[in-house]
Nanobody, 121 residues
Framework: QVQLVESGGGLVQPGGSLSLSCAAS????????MGWYRQVSGKQRELVAA?????GTNYADSVKGRFTISRDKNTVNLQMSSLKPEDTAVYYC?????????????????WGQGTQVTVSS
């Protein structure tokens, strides 16, 4: 069974920095794209940043130049700087993973449990 476990998050003042990390575990054969999404209560979940297995990256316009996504083996990180109150949200890790199941290989889309990021003075 594949799991994504997030760490980081918390409360930070405007202009501050914060890092998020997400580790994938289980019977993993290969991880394709990994990414971070965020959701504010009452709104749709939106893509923040994504990184492919070849290290290609994609960012939401609202975070370009402030956030940096990176990955190392089965971990994806999000370094956030110059944080703004509008960055406040629950942040979710996502990964497309090929894993070994009881009947062969599975391709699944997995989510972390979410971690709260609050930017406030």
């Amino acid at each position: 069974q594949v799991q994504l476990v997030e760490s980081g998050g918390g409360l930070v003042q405007p202009g501050g920095s914060l890092s998020l990390s997400c580790a994938a575990s289980g019977s993993i054969i290969r991880i394709n794209t990994m990414g971070w999404y965020r959701q504010v209560s009452g709104k749709q979940r939106e893509l923040v940043a994504a990184i492919t297995s070849g290290a290609g990256t994609n960012y939401a316009d609202s975070v370009k130049g402030r956030f940096t996504i990176s990955r190392d083996k089965n971990t994806v990180n999000l370094q956030m700087s110059s944080l703004k109150p509008e960055d406040t949200a629950v942040y979710y890790c996502n990964a497309a993973i090929v894993s070994r199941g009881p009947y062969g290989l599975n391709l699944g889309d997995y989510w972390g449990q979410g971690t709260q990021v609050t930017v406030s003075s």
